[in-house]
């Protein structure tokens, strides 16, 4: 009998989350309409080669425009995203605003997709083991933000993880991050089912915390699709094989990638906390963010 690990990762990712995926796939099909072809190839280019990882389909090369923002700043902004959003520093963003104008939302969303899902394919794999991933031809669309929302809406509807797993895992994103307004806020659920501060302290050292066994897996599993995805290591594979279950691993794979929609409010300066202190929020059953 073969083992639930052993499937694949396309496989996993089609068996245990299709909506989320076929979301997902929407999201790897995009071409923003603002992004000319030279723009969106050298985005897939440098964010995915700068970790070690195979790239997302390239559009096929074709003339400068005349009035296009010069390559230098798209791959300066897109390689300082994918290695670390946090460290980008105020003049390259300056540059970036001021060189995409009002596309730069939809081209640092581009950077996102090309950013994130080599990640989510590669630690897939390494879970459950190598597979084909297919991708649909790329097509151009005006509504790159509404494709971004029915990803992150289909992976807040899973709910294989327990909320407080689900809530140390954005948390540890957002602090990888440096998001200032994710960092702010507490899941509720979470906190009903018993999270507490002494908990979320434990975060940055939790291989030598308290935190239960699934829980350091699941932050492990989190830690290397933010730093080290090319390189997942050996005994954080166990351990998550030991303590989670295959659907509950899909889902903080998907989580860590929707969570990380974060990195462009932080890259264009767009994450300061709405209010003072903590503000706690909750996910309705149509996985709505409300904040109560």
């Not at 990640?119 to 991708?135: C, H, I, K, N, P």
């Not at 659920?189 to 940055?204: I, N, Y």
């Not at 080290?228 to 889902?251: F, M, S």
């Amino acid at each position: 009998m073969s083992s639930p690990w052993s499937v694949g990762g396309a496989a996993a990712l089609q068996e245990h989350a299709p909506t989320a995926g076929a979301a997902l796939g929407g999201l790897v099909a995009l071409w923003p309409a603002a992004l000319s072809e030279i723009q969106l190839a050298t985005i897939r280019m440098v964010t995915a080669e700068g970790l070690g990882l195979s790239p997302l389909r390239k559009p096929p090369t074709g003339p400068r425009r005349t009035a296009e923002v010069p390559q230098a700043i798209v791959m300066a902004f897109a390689e300082q995203f994918a290695a670390d959003v946090s460290e980008i520093g105020d003049d390259l963003r300056a540059t970036w605003l001021e060189a995409m104008g009002k596309d730069a939302f939809d081209g640092a969303l581009a950077i996102y997709v090309a950013d994130f899902v080599p990640r989510v394919r590669v630690v897939l794999d390494g879970l459950f083991g190598d597979d084909e991933w297919f991708d649909t031809p790329l097509v151009r669309s005006e509504h790159a933000r509404l494709l971004m929302d029915e990803f992150i809406h289909e992976v807040a509807l899973l709910d294989h993880l327990d909320p407080v797993t689900t809530e140390l895992v954005r948390l540890r994103g957002a602090r990888q991050h440096q998001c200032r307004i994710c960092m702010a806020r507490r899941s509720l659920a979470a906190v009903r089912d018993g999270a507490d501060a002494t908990m979320f302290q434990q975060l940055d050292d939790y291989r030598h915390s308290t935190l239960t066994d699934a829980h350091q897996a699941a932050l492990a599993l989190t830690d290397a699709l933010i730093w080290t995805p090319a390189n997942l290591r050996a005994r954080d594979i166990e351990a998550v094989r030991a303590h989670l279950e295959p659907a509950e691993a899909v889902e903080i794979v998907l989580d860590v990638m929707r969570n990380a929609a974060n990195k462009i409010a932080v890259a264009l300066g767009a994450d300061a906390p709405e209010q003072a202190g903590v503000q706690l929020f909750e996910v309705d059953e149509a996985g709505r963010l409300h904040f109560p």
